[in-house]
């Protein structure tokens, strides 16, 4: 009941016994409201929320096991990235076949390998596999560089980093006439005085300099390719030189009609030029065992 000072709270016994009185002022009947209010909000919390923070206090193994969880989910996220990693390798190593065959019209050997060649893998043969993927990645420059009849094929650029393409093979626009123009082969850009190497075995067929393509050079291997090397600032090998690859050729310039320092490469077979880019399986030409001296014995 309500008094002038405050409430007053009486408690009455069942049959007999003495009637208690309790007076309580406004402040504190509002602190006793206040502490009823956050002692049932914090038992429906706890009810509610059994995976929470109390939760995991009062249920250790729940704790344990939404660690696990979380460990799972990121081994999960590790093994998606690894499997498109995988899947695109697995569709480099297939376009290997096909750029080398492309080079020499030699047919494959036995039946082309094809995703869809391959049965249902458990975990175990998946992770088999992807060992067996990435050990052939790791082993692709090795093998590109001692492989017997490789060594003779402009598989690799003509640098021995790296160097981005900055103009492909095809139809584009001159950047001097302004007209649909046909690109014979690609360039790479690059700065003034970088090391251009060859890309695979042969001889120098020609140095010579023109108007358009400044300082060019030639090289001739077998199954009837050509590389062609233009707008150079210097040879450094002279024609009936036979070299190895990776053999220092010419260093890059900008001689000719050039609107900057770069490398215009071509492949040509039998006269006719090919794609550069559908030929590269390496784009440089670092070969671990590669000789000093690169000379033809």
């Known amino acids: ?163 981005q393409i900055s103009t492909t093979f095809g139809p584009h626009l001159d950047p001097f006439t302004g007209r649909q123009a046909v690109h014979e082969g690609i360039d790479f850009a690059g700065a003034e005085g970088d090391t251009i190497l060859a890309p695979a075995d042969g001889t120098v067929l020609k140095t010579g300099t023109n108007s358009s393509s400044g300082l060019v050079l030639t090289l001739g291997h077998e199954n009837g390719l050509t590389t062609v090397y233009a707008h150079l600032a210097k040879f450094l090998v002279q024609r009936g030189r036979n070299v190895k690859r990776g053999t220092p050729i010419a260093l890059l310039g900008s001689t000719g009609r050039s609107s900057g320092a770069h490398l215009h490469y071509e492949i040509r077979r039998n006269g006719t030029a090919i794609d550069p880019g559908k030929a590269l399986l390496l784009h440089d030409n670092a070969a671990p065992d590669r000789r000093a001296d690169g000379e033809t014995k």
């Open 1 to 163: 009941m309500e008094s002038r000072n405050g409430f007053e709270i009486d408690l009455i016994p069942k049959g007999r016994g003495t009637v208690r009185r309790w007076k309580v002022s406004p402040p504190k009947a509002v602190l006793l409201a206040l502490g009823a209010l956050c002692g049932i909000g914090g038992w429906v919390w706890l009810v509610l929320d059994a995976g929470s923070v109390p939760g995991r206090i009062l249920d250790p193994e729940a704790a344990v096991l939404e660690r696990e969880n979380e460990t799972l989910e990121l081994a999960l996220g590790r093994a998606d990235e690894a499997a498109a990693s995988i899947d695109a390798e697995f569709r480099d190593l297939l376009q290997i076949q096909e750029r080398v065959t492309g080079l020499t019209d030699i047919p494959g050997r036995g039946k082309r390998a094809a995703r869809e060649d391959l049965p249902p893998e458990t975990g175990e043969e998946a992770l088999e596999r992807a060992h067996r993927l990435l050990l052939a990645k790791a082993a692709t420059r090795h093998y590109i560089h001692s492989e017997s009849g490789l060594e003779k094929l402009p598989v690799v650029a003509p640098f021995g980093t790296p160097h």
